[in-house]
């Protein structure tokens, strides 16, 4: 797959008087998904762009605090209105996400719309129903190849301090705090440039990172003391939390992100997964450390997929069933994990 130029990208909008422009990013969006998005709005109003982003569903009240956050269209409850947008929209921009299931029933809207779609993304296998690309799977966040789309199209001085302070956070997140692999010394230099708007990167941190409710660091506590498994056999960590455990520590969207990480923590453990009985469907992180595929494994069991260390996947099946199913299929996969 080729990818368009920026400018190209950013002419074709032009050529149209007034174009309706729309932002969408994947479903329960992370501070990556929300921080490009936002980002990107922001950038494209400066360069006299108007645009409205619209999430499939709410996000964490951690990122409340990105400019533009209220005035971002919920698709689940506002089905209608978006629809309606999405149908007579002229480019609809798909950030940090690139197979139509992962926007849930939005998914629909954004696919029959006669828009042009603009895939900006870094996740692995497209699926390829946009028109135009600028995709990179080496890119550690889609706020990465926001600044990228940003800077190639010599619009640099269009990014404000708003639109810095977005794309910094995804930034931040995507890498684990500049720690993953995905971090590059070009990451470091993104964020620099991002620093010099006069961001304030500890805020940013704290706002992301600690200021958790209560009841949040009360349920990592119980979830790590009474529901962690380790699997020594598979070199595995499993975490799976029932309906009833998210209501009694009044779990609110976000709540459970970084979750899995803490698995992967333990020495010894390559492979960390966070199985949770959501309200349609049970949802499942995956994690894993070195030449383990997390992508793969979500992608051959779970109808799922990601990135080569993080991805995730779904069930329709029960929370013990598909815990069940993640053993079972662990087997599978035990001379990779003790490798
Ligand atoms: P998380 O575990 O934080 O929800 O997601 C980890 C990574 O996997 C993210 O990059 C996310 O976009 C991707 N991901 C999560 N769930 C799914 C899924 O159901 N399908 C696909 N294709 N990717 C997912
Ligand atoms: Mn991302």
């Not at 450390?289 to 329709?316: E, I, Q, R, W």
């Amino acid at each position: 797959m080729s990818n368009h130029q920026a400018s190209d990208i950013l002419q074709a909008i032009q050529s149209i008087a007034a174009p309706k422009v729309i932002i969408t990013t994947h479903h329960k969006p992370d501070a990556d998904a929300m921080g490009s998005s936002l980002g990107l709005q922001l950038f494209l109003k400066n360069f006299g762009i108007a645009s409205t982003v619209i999430t499939p569903t709410d996000f964490a009240s951690f990122l409340h605090w990105m400019k533009g956050s209220n005035e971002v269209v919920i698709f689940e409850g506002n089905e209608k209105k978006a629809t309606q947008m999405a149908m007579e929209a002229d480019f609809i921009f798909c950030l940090d996400f690139n197979h139509l299931s992962r926007i849930n029933e939005f998914g629909e809207a954004v696919g029959n719309s006669k828009a042009i779609k603009i895939l900006m993304d870094h996740h692995q296998f497209p699926q390829g129903f946009e028109q135009l690309t600028y995709w990179d799977d080496k890119a550690s966040s889609t706020c990465e190849l926001v600044h990228r789309f940003i800077t190639e199209s010599n619009n640099h001085s269009n990014i404000d301090k708003d639109c810095a302070a977005c794309l910094y956070t995804g930034l931040m997140t995507d890498t684990g705090s500049f720690r993953h692999s995905n971090c590059t010394s070009n990451t470091h230099r993104i964020a620099a440039d991002l620093m010099d708007y006069g961001i304030d990167h500890v805020a940013i941190h704290d706002l992301v990172f600690d200021s958790f409710t209560e009841d949040r660091v009360r349920f990592i506590g119980y979830a790590l003391n009474k529901k962690l498994e380790i699997l020594r056999e598979y070199k595995t960590a499993i975490i799976s939390i029932n309906k009833d455990e998210l209501k009694q520590f009044n779990i609110q969207t976000g709540d459970t992100e970084g979750l899995v990480n803490y698995g992967l923590g333990i020495e010894g453990i390559k492979f960390a997964i966070l199985v949770i009985d959501r309200s349609k469907l049970v949802k499942m992180s995956f994690r894993s450390k070195g030449n383990f595929a997390a992508n793969a494994f979500a992608m051959n069991h779970f109808n799922g997929g990601g990135h080569f260390n993080a991805a995730g996947g779904s069930s329709t099946a029960t929370l013990e069933e598909t815990v069940h199913q993640v053993k079972e299929n662990l087997k599978l996969y035990s001379q990779e994990l003790n490798a």
